[in-house]
């Protein structure tokens, strides 16, 4: 399953620790989770709509997201890109691994803004990155084994997500009708881009996969 992996991307500690953790992802599942990084597309292009569309066509097409939930403040492009997840029903895993409490909730124990909690088909995963690394990172292979133990609980929470019930309840009338009503939406000439082939292809996919049901 490809799995679209949102975050920061703006200095060389998100660049890298990206891509650390979408292979060790791999890894772990034994190749069943291949994270798509928006960061392996954008290069240095002129930052305009085109990045935003193809990063949302990577959204749309993805079986699965995983988004990073890190910060005092979380990034306001993932939290837009699980927007677009949720409008499309698309499982979702949100990793905080940031031990810092943060938000405006008095119920939920998520610790960011209460907008961006309670929606269906979404899962937290809350990992203390630096109690773990106090604990693990003292082995001669000790990246390896950090990385591997974030991997494997966002395997884990991956697995549980991607087995819940579509909204979509298996109508794939209504998912084509829904996923062309989101490419609308979004302008700045988007829907040149997702065509309705394109669409059909994507839930085609999904529908096989078992995603839709």
Same mark, same amino acid.
């Given at each position: 399953?490809?799995?679209?992996?949102?975050?920061?991307?703006?200095?060389? &500690?998100?660049?890298?620790?990206?891509?650390?953790l979408s292979k060790a992802i791999a890894e772990v599942s034994g190749g069943k989770y @291949?994270?798509?990084?928006?960061?392996?597309?954008?290069?240095n292009k002129q930052r305009n709509a085109n990045i935003r569309n193809g990063d949302l066509e990577?959204?749309?097409?993805?079986?699965?997201?995983?988004?990073?939930?890190?910060?005092t403040d979380l990034d306001s492009g993932t939290v837009v890109e699980f927007m677009a997840a &949720?409008?499309?029903?698309?499982?979702?895993?949100?990793?905080r691994t940031d031990f810092r409490n943060a938000g405006d909730q008095s119920v939920s124990a998520d610790p960011w803004n209460l907008m961006?909690?309670?929606?269906?088909?979404?899962?937290t995963l809350k990992?203390?990155?630096?109690?773990?690394?106090?604990?693990?990172?003292?082995?001669p292979d000790a990246l390896k084994c950090y990385l591997h133990e974030?991997? @494997? @609980?966002?395997?884990?929470?991956?697995?549980?997500?991607?087995? &819940?019930?579509?909204?979509?309840?298996?109508?794939? @009338?209504k998912a084509e009708e829904i996923y062309r009503w989101f490419v609308k939406s979004c302008g700045s000439d988007f829907d040149s881009q997702m065509t309705r082939e394109r669409i059909a292809a994507i839930l085609k996919e999904k529908a096989e996969l078992g995603l839709l049901s």
């Open positions: 399953m490809n799995v679209y992996h949102a975050g920061d991307l703006f200095d060389f &500690k998100h660049l890298a620790g990206n891509l650390l @291949r994270t798509l990084l928006p960061q392996s597309n954008e290069g990577m959204v749309m097409s993805c079986h699965l997201a995983l988004l990073n939930f890190d910060g &949720k409008m499309l029903d698309i499982p979702c895993v949100l990793l961006c909690s309670g929606y269906p088909r979404s899962l990992i203390n990155a630096l109690a773990l690394y106090n604990r693990i990172v003292t082995t974030i991997a @494997r @609980r966002v395997v884990a929470a991956m697995d549980e997500v991607a087995a &819940k019930p579509s909204l979509f309840g298996g109508d794939l @009338r």
